[in-house]
Protein backbone atom coordinates (compact mmCIF):
# COMPACT_ATOMS: atom_id res chain seq x y z
CA UNK A 1 0.00 0.00 0.00
CA UNK A 2 2.82 2.47 0.56
CA UNK A 3 4.13 1.36 -2.39
CA UNK A 4 1.54 2.02 -4.50
CA UNK A 5 0.83 5.69 -2.48
CA UNK A 6 4.44 6.47 -3.73
CA UNK A 7 3.71 6.02 -7.16
CA UNK A 8 0.23 8.07 -7.05
CA UNK A 9 2.21 10.99 -5.77
CA UNK A 10 5.08 10.20 -8.27
CA UNK A 11 2.22 10.25 -11.01
CA UNK A 12 0.70 13.32 -9.69
CA UNK A 13 3.96 15.11 -9.79
CA UNK A 14 4.77 14.07 -13.07
CA UNK A 15 1.98 15.42 -14.67
CA UNK A 16 1.61 18.58 -12.55
CA UNK A 17 5.06 19.17 -14.07
CA UNK A 18 4.00 18.90 -17.80
CA UNK A 19 3.37 21.84 -20.53
CA UNK A 20 -0.38 22.70 -21.17
CA UNK A 21 -1.36 20.42 -24.12
CA UNK A 22 0.20 22.12 -27.34
CA UNK A 23 -1.88 25.07 -28.67
CA UNK A 24 -3.53 24.98 -31.84
CA UNK A 25 -3.55 28.53 -32.95
CA UNK A 26 -6.36 27.68 -35.38
CA UNK A 27 -8.92 26.69 -33.54
CA UNK A 28 -7.54 27.60 -29.70
CA UNK A 29 -6.60 30.85 -30.34
CA UNK A 30 -7.28 33.42 -33.44
CA UNK A 31 -11.09 33.99 -33.22
CA UNK A 32 -10.98 34.76 -29.80
CA UNK A 33 -8.09 36.94 -30.51
CA UNK A 34 -10.01 39.29 -33.03
CA UNK A 35 -12.86 39.56 -30.94
CA UNK A 36 -10.55 40.90 -28.11
CA UNK A 37 -9.24 43.26 -30.86
CA UNK A 38 -12.36 44.58 -31.90
CA UNK A 39 -13.85 44.72 -27.98
CA UNK A 40 -9.89 47.30 -27.95
CA UNK A 41 -10.37 49.08 -31.01
CA UNK A 42 -14.07 50.31 -30.18
CA UNK A 43 -12.64 51.32 -26.55
CA UNK A 44 -14.05 48.69 -24.50
CA UNK A 45 -10.60 47.77 -22.93
CA UNK A 46 -12.30 45.87 -20.00
CA UNK A 47 -13.91 43.27 -22.26
CA UNK A 48 -10.51 43.15 -24.49
CA UNK A 49 -8.74 42.43 -21.45
CA UNK A 50 -10.88 39.24 -20.52
CA UNK A 51 -10.87 38.03 -23.96
CA UNK A 52 -6.80 38.72 -24.31
CA UNK A 53 -6.66 37.26 -20.66
CA UNK A 54 -8.29 33.49 -22.26
CA UNK A 55 -6.18 33.28 -24.75
CA UNK A 56 -3.08 34.02 -23.22
CA UNK A 57 -3.75 31.62 -20.37
CA UNK A 58 -4.49 28.50 -23.12
CA UNK A 59 -1.70 29.81 -25.78
CA UNK A 60 1.76 31.38 -25.81
CA UNK A 61 0.86 35.34 -26.58
CA UNK A 62 2.28 36.19 -29.99
CA UNK A 63 1.73 39.28 -31.45
CA UNK A 64 0.01 38.39 -35.37
CA UNK A 65 0.94 41.18 -38.00
CA UNK A 66 -1.44 43.76 -38.38
CA UNK A 67 -3.02 42.71 -34.95
CA UNK A 68 -0.60 43.32 -32.33
CA UNK A 69 -2.03 41.74 -29.57
CA UNK A 70 0.39 42.01 -26.94
CA UNK A 71 0.86 45.45 -27.23
CA UNK A 72 -3.09 45.93 -26.71
CA UNK A 73 -3.37 43.70 -23.98
CA UNK A 74 -0.23 45.77 -22.39
CA UNK A 75 -1.97 49.09 -22.89
CA UNK A 76 -5.81 47.44 -21.45
CA UNK A 77 -3.76 46.63 -18.47
CA UNK A 78 -2.25 50.15 -17.97
CA UNK A 79 -5.55 51.55 -19.16
CA UNK A 80 -7.19 49.37 -16.42
CA UNK A 81 -4.13 50.51 -13.87
CA UNK A 82 -3.70 46.56 -13.75
CA UNK A 83 0.54 47.53 -13.27
CA UNK A 84 1.63 44.21 -12.63
CA UNK A 85 0.33 42.92 -15.82
CA UNK A 86 1.29 45.83 -17.79
CA UNK A 87 4.57 44.94 -16.51
CA UNK A 88 4.66 42.00 -16.74
CA UNK A 89 3.51 42.34 -20.73
CA UNK A 90 5.72 45.14 -21.59
CA UNK A 91 9.14 43.03 -20.56
CA UNK A 92 7.71 40.17 -22.91
CA UNK A 93 7.59 43.37 -25.84
CA UNK A 94 11.34 44.27 -24.84
CA UNK A 95 12.56 40.44 -25.22
CA UNK A 96 10.61 40.52 -28.94
CA UNK A 97 12.71 43.97 -29.66
CA UNK A 98 10.29 46.99 -28.87
CA UNK A 99 12.15 49.48 -27.47
CA UNK A 100 11.67 51.75 -24.61
CA UNK A 101 10.80 54.64 -26.32
CA UNK A 102 7.68 52.83 -27.61
CA UNK A 103 6.19 53.06 -23.95
CA UNK A 104 7.56 56.47 -23.37
CA UNK A 105 6.02 57.89 -26.09
CA UNK A 106 2.47 56.58 -25.60
CA UNK A 107 0.31 58.76 -22.64
CA UNK A 108 -1.26 55.02 -22.30
CA UNK A 109 1.56 54.38 -20.33
CA UNK A 110 2.47 57.87 -18.32
CA UNK A 111 0.75 56.38 -14.88
CA UNK A 112 2.41 53.05 -15.30
CA UNK A 113 5.83 54.62 -15.87
CA UNK A 114 5.30 56.63 -12.77
CA UNK A 115 4.27 54.00 -10.65
CA UNK A 116 6.76 51.34 -8.39
CA UNK A 117 6.04 48.94 -11.58
CA UNK A 118 6.60 51.34 -13.76
CA UNK A 119 9.85 52.51 -12.44
CA UNK A 120 11.03 48.61 -12.51
CA UNK A 121 10.70 48.00 -15.50
CA UNK A 122 12.72 51.05 -16.80
CA UNK A 123 15.15 50.22 -14.10
CA UNK A 124 15.36 46.21 -15.68
CA UNK A 125 15.48 47.76 -19.40
CA UNK A 126 19.04 47.37 -20.32
CA UNK A 127 19.01 43.84 -18.92
CA UNK A 128 16.04 42.85 -21.24
CA UNK A 129 17.44 44.37 -24.62
CA UNK A 130 20.67 42.69 -24.04
CA UNK A 131 18.83 39.65 -23.98
CA UNK A 132 16.95 40.12 -26.80
CA UNK A 133 20.15 41.42 -28.70
CA UNK A 134 21.62 38.35 -27.68
CA UNK A 135 18.65 36.15 -28.59
CA UNK A 136 18.04 38.20 -31.60
CA UNK A 137 19.46 36.59 -35.44
CA UNK A 138 20.00 40.16 -36.46
CA UNK A 139 22.49 39.49 -39.20
CA UNK A 140 19.82 36.67 -40.39
CA UNK A 141 17.28 40.11 -40.41
CA UNK A 142 19.55 42.01 -42.73
CA UNK A 143 19.76 38.87 -45.17
CA UNK A 144 15.69 38.73 -45.27
CA UNK A 145 15.69 42.68 -45.98
CA UNK A 146 18.14 42.65 -48.68
CA UNK A 147 16.29 39.60 -50.41
CA UNK A 148 13.38 41.74 -50.25
CA UNK A 149 15.24 43.93 -52.17
CA UNK A 150 16.51 41.25 -54.65
CA UNK A 151 12.82 40.13 -54.76
CA UNK A 152 11.23 43.54 -56.38
CA UNK A 153 15.09 44.63 -58.25
CA UNK A 154 13.68 43.16 -61.82
CA UNK A 155 9.70 43.31 -61.41
CA UNK A 156 9.63 46.43 -63.05
CA UNK A 157 8.32 48.57 -59.89
CA UNK A 158 11.59 50.60 -60.32
CA UNK A 159 11.76 50.64 -64.02
CA UNK A 160 13.67 47.83 -64.79
CA UNK A 161 11.94 44.57 -65.75
CA UNK A 162 14.26 41.59 -66.51
CA UNK A 163 11.88 38.15 -65.79
CA UNK A 164 14.61 35.61 -66.91
CA UNK A 165 16.87 37.77 -63.87
CA UNK A 166 13.42 37.27 -61.58
CA UNK A 167 13.46 33.83 -61.91
CA UNK A 168 16.90 33.05 -60.71
CA UNK A 169 16.29 35.14 -58.06
CA UNK A 170 13.15 33.56 -57.37
CA UNK A 171 14.50 30.34 -57.25
CA UNK A 172 17.41 30.71 -54.52
CA UNK A 173 14.35 32.47 -52.66
CA UNK A 174 12.57 29.16 -53.04
CA UNK A 175 15.73 27.14 -51.45
CA UNK A 176 16.67 29.23 -48.99
CA UNK A 177 13.37 29.52 -47.91
CA UNK A 178 13.37 25.30 -47.72
CA UNK A 179 16.92 25.44 -46.44
CA UNK A 180 15.43 28.27 -43.63
CA UNK A 181 12.23 26.32 -42.61
CA UNK A 182 13.76 23.14 -42.15
CA UNK A 183 16.20 24.13 -40.20
CA UNK A 184 14.99 26.95 -37.86
CA UNK A 185 11.10 26.94 -38.64
CA UNK A 186 9.37 30.09 -39.76
CA UNK A 187 11.49 32.94 -38.41
CA UNK A 188 9.91 34.35 -35.71
CA UNK A 189 10.16 38.03 -33.66
CA UNK A 190 11.71 36.47 -31.00
CA UNK A 191 14.49 35.72 -33.65
CA UNK A 192 14.16 38.64 -36.00
CA UNK A 193 13.04 41.79 -33.91
CA UNK A 194 9.40 43.24 -34.83
CA UNK A 195 7.86 43.36 -38.17
CA UNK A 196 8.83 47.32 -38.79
CA UNK A 197 11.52 47.23 -36.54
CA UNK A 198 13.97 49.02 -39.26
CA UNK A 199 13.27 48.37 -42.69
CA UNK A 200 9.98 45.83 -43.10
CA UNK A 201 10.51 41.69 -43.13
CA UNK A 202 8.36 39.96 -44.91
CA UNK A 203 8.74 36.56 -45.37
CA UNK A 204 4.98 35.95 -46.73
CA UNK A 205 6.21 38.32 -49.99
CA UNK A 206 8.61 35.62 -50.99
CA UNK A 207 6.32 33.02 -50.60
CA UNK A 208 4.01 34.62 -52.91
CA UNK A 209 6.84 34.46 -55.82
CA UNK A 210 7.25 30.39 -55.75
CA UNK A 211 6.65 28.07 -58.54
CA UNK A 212 3.06 26.33 -58.27
CA UNK A 213 4.36 23.01 -57.75
CA UNK A 214 6.40 23.64 -54.82
CA UNK A 215 4.16 25.94 -53.47
CA UNK A 216 1.26 23.80 -53.26
CA UNK A 217 3.19 21.16 -52.57
CA UNK A 218 5.86 22.22 -50.35
CA UNK A 219 5.12 25.49 -48.83
CA UNK A 220 0.85 25.19 -48.32
CA UNK A 221 1.44 22.19 -46.29
CA UNK A 222 4.71 23.58 -44.67
CA UNK A 223 3.16 27.35 -43.81
CA UNK A 224 -0.02 25.43 -42.21
CA UNK A 225 1.61 23.36 -39.89
CA UNK A 226 3.69 26.91 -39.05
CA UNK A 227 0.24 28.70 -38.62
CA UNK A 228 -1.03 25.62 -36.14
CA UNK A 229 2.10 26.22 -34.07
CA UNK A 230 1.32 30.13 -33.91
CA UNK A 231 4.85 31.54 -36.15
CA UNK A 232 4.09 31.88 -39.60
CA UNK A 233 1.05 34.85 -40.12
CA UNK A 234 -1.89 33.60 -41.21
CA UNK A 235 -2.63 36.32 -43.73
CA UNK A 236 0.96 34.72 -45.53
CA UNK A 237 -1.42 31.09 -45.90
CA UNK A 238 -4.53 32.68 -47.28
CA UNK A 239 -2.56 35.03 -50.01
CA UNK A 240 -0.21 32.40 -51.44
CA UNK A 241 -2.98 29.99 -52.13
CA UNK A 242 -5.40 32.74 -53.38
CA UNK A 243 -3.21 34.54 -55.87
CA UNK A 244 -2.27 30.67 -56.76
CA UNK A 245 -6.37 30.34 -57.89
CA UNK A 246 -6.53 33.84 -59.54
CA UNK A 247 -3.59 33.28 -61.43
CA UNK A 248 -4.87 30.23 -62.70
CA UNK A 249 -8.31 32.06 -64.18
CA UNK A 250 -9.97 30.68 -61.20
CA UNK A 251 -12.03 32.61 -57.70
CA UNK A 252 -10.32 32.91 -54.93
CA UNK A 253 -11.40 30.79 -51.81
CA UNK A 254 -10.44 32.86 -49.24
CA UNK A 255 -11.06 36.64 -49.68
CA UNK A 256 -7.72 37.69 -49.08
CA UNK A 257 -7.49 40.01 -52.13
CA UNK A 258 -9.66 42.94 -53.27
CA UNK A 259 -10.85 44.35 -56.67
CA UNK A 260 -9.07 47.78 -57.60
CA UNK A 261 -12.38 48.99 -57.93
CA UNK A 262 -13.65 47.91 -54.27
CA UNK A 263 -15.27 44.89 -53.47
CA UNK A 264 -13.02 41.34 -53.49
CA UNK A 265 -11.69 40.07 -56.82
CA UNK A 266 -12.88 37.07 -58.19
CA UNK A 267 -14.49 35.23 -55.58
CA UNK A 268 -16.52 32.31 -54.80
CA UNK A 269 -20.49 33.34 -54.54
CA UNK A 270 -21.06 31.23 -51.09
CA UNK A 271 -19.84 33.91 -48.50
CA UNK A 272 -20.85 31.54 -45.84
CA UNK A 273 -18.31 28.82 -47.37
CA UNK A 274 -15.47 31.75 -48.08
CA UNK A 275 -16.03 32.42 -43.98
CA UNK A 276 -15.93 28.64 -43.53
CA UNK A 277 -12.45 27.95 -45.58
CA UNK A 278 -11.43 31.60 -43.78
CA UNK A 279 -11.84 30.27 -40.17
CA UNK A 280 -10.11 27.19 -41.13
CA UNK A 281 -6.77 28.87 -41.46
CA UNK A 282 -7.43 31.16 -38.78
CA UNK A 283 -8.55 34.11 -40.54
CA UNK A 284 -11.57 35.92 -39.20
CA UNK A 285 -15.07 35.72 -40.93
CA UNK A 286 -15.46 38.39 -43.82
CA UNK A 287 -17.87 40.72 -41.29
CA UNK A 288 -15.07 41.06 -38.63
CA UNK A 289 -12.44 41.29 -41.00
CA UNK A 290 -14.72 44.06 -42.62
CA UNK A 291 -15.46 45.91 -39.45
CA UNK A 292 -11.66 46.30 -38.84
CA UNK A 293 -11.51 47.53 -42.33
CA UNK A 294 -14.16 50.27 -41.05
CA UNK A 295 -12.66 51.50 -38.62
CA UNK A 296 -8.73 51.82 -40.03
CA UNK A 297 -10.68 53.71 -42.01
CA UNK A 298 -12.08 56.22 -40.08
CA UNK A 299 -8.93 56.06 -37.69
CA UNK A 300 -6.10 56.46 -40.60
CA UNK A 301 -7.81 57.29 -43.40
CA UNK A 302 -7.02 54.09 -45.63
Same mark, same amino acid.
Given at each position: =???????????????????????????????????????????????????????????????????????????????????????????????????????????????????????????????????????????????????????????????????????????????????????? *???????????? =??????????????????? =??????????????????????????????????????????????? *???? =????????????????????????????????????
Amino acid at each position: =MKILSILLILIFLGCANEPKNKCNYITDYYQIMYRADYKFDIENYEKAFDLYQDIFNSCKAKNTTTFNEIGKFTQSSAILKKYDITYDYAKKQIKKGVKLSRFQNNEIFDDFLLSDYGKKFVLEYDVLRKDFENKANLKLRDELIWMRSADQMYRGGNGKSDFTKQDSIDKLHEERLIELFESI *GYPTDELLGPHM =MDYPVDVGLFLLHTKDSIR =MNYFVPKIKEFVRNGTAPLRALGTMIDQYYLYNDEPQIYGTYNAQGG *GYAN =MIDDLKKVDSNRISIGLPPLVLKEKKDSIRKVKYGF
